[in-house]
T-cell receptor, first 109, second 113 residues
Framework: NAGVTQTPKFQVLKTGQSMTLQCAQDMNHNSMYWYRQDPGMGLRLIYYSASEGTTDKGEVPNGYNVSRLNKREFSLRLESAAPSQTSVYFC????????FGDGTRLSIL | AQSVTQPDIHITVSEGASLELRCNYSYGATPYLFWYVQSPGQGLQLLLKYFSGDTLVQGIKGFEAEFKRSQSSFNLRKPSVHWSDAAEYFCAVTSGGSYIPTFGRGTSLIVHP
């Protein structure tokens, strides 16, 4: 019973590089989310997808793009990474319960 | 817009003492309320949740929380804290479905031996 799976778990990038964080859920949830977690800031919503084919900006969307590839998958892309995007990224999905992935620890040098 | 306030950034307790972590929410509809715990370097683990019914809910690891609609609160309690409870605790609110979960900024629990 996998739940929400995020890859990779760790990544180090150089400023200006691009990368995509992958997220997949096997619970048939309509809603999926990307959060970033920084010390003292809690979890801040980057983007969300209320259903397949729709995406919307959250609190901190600048510098990110997302794709809801199908009902299972919701990816987050950094087109040109910046040091300010060093963070821990969590993907989540929900029906009534909120289910989290284990997170991706991303460092940008 | 919905919001969650955890007024205490840090709380320090002695091992064996009781604990109460505060959470206040602002939400127009009937809320679904959650408490999560995060140990250093780990993901978020669900402690307990409230959707409806009995306003006192029991969770894992000996935690409980009480929903008080009149006070818009959902405080987390534990009668006797263990050193392994040292972690970050997050309160969250949603209404399920496509409503966006909103999290508090977290309370860091420090446990003294």
């Amino acid at each position: 019973n996998a739940g929400v799976t995020q890859t990779p778990k760790f990544q180090v990038l150089k400023t200006g590089q691009s990368m995509t964080l992958q997220c997949a859920q096997d619970m048939n949830h309509n809603s999926m989310y990307w959060y970033r977690q920084d010390p003292g800031m809690g979890l801040r919503l980057i983007y969300y997808s209320a259903s397949e084919g729709t995406t919307d900006k959250g609190e901190v969307p600048n510098g990110y793009n997302v794709s809801r590839l199908n009902k299972r998958e919701f990816s987050l892309r950094l087109e040109s990474a910046a040091p300010s995007q060093t963070s821990v990224y969590f993907c989540a999905s929900s029906d009534e319960d909120i289910h989290f992935g284990d997170g991706t620890r991303l460092s940008i040098l | 817009a919905q919001s969650v306030t955890q007024p205490d950034i840090h709380i320090t307790v002695s091992e064996g003492a009781s604990l109460e972590l505060r959470c206040n929410y602002s939400y127009g509809a009937t809320p679904y309320l959650f408490w999560y715990v995060q140990s250093p370097g780990q993901g978020l683990q669900l402690l307990l949740k409230y959707f409806s019914g009995d306003t006192l809910v029991q969770g894992i690891k000996g935690f409980e929380a009480e929903f008080k609609r009149s006070q818009s609160s959902f405080n987390l309690r534990k009668p006797s804290v263990h050193w392994s409870d040292a972690a970050e605790y997050f309160c969250a609110v949603t209404s399920g479905g496509s409503y966006i979960p909103t999290f508090g900024r977290g309370t860091s629990l420090i446990v003294h031996p």
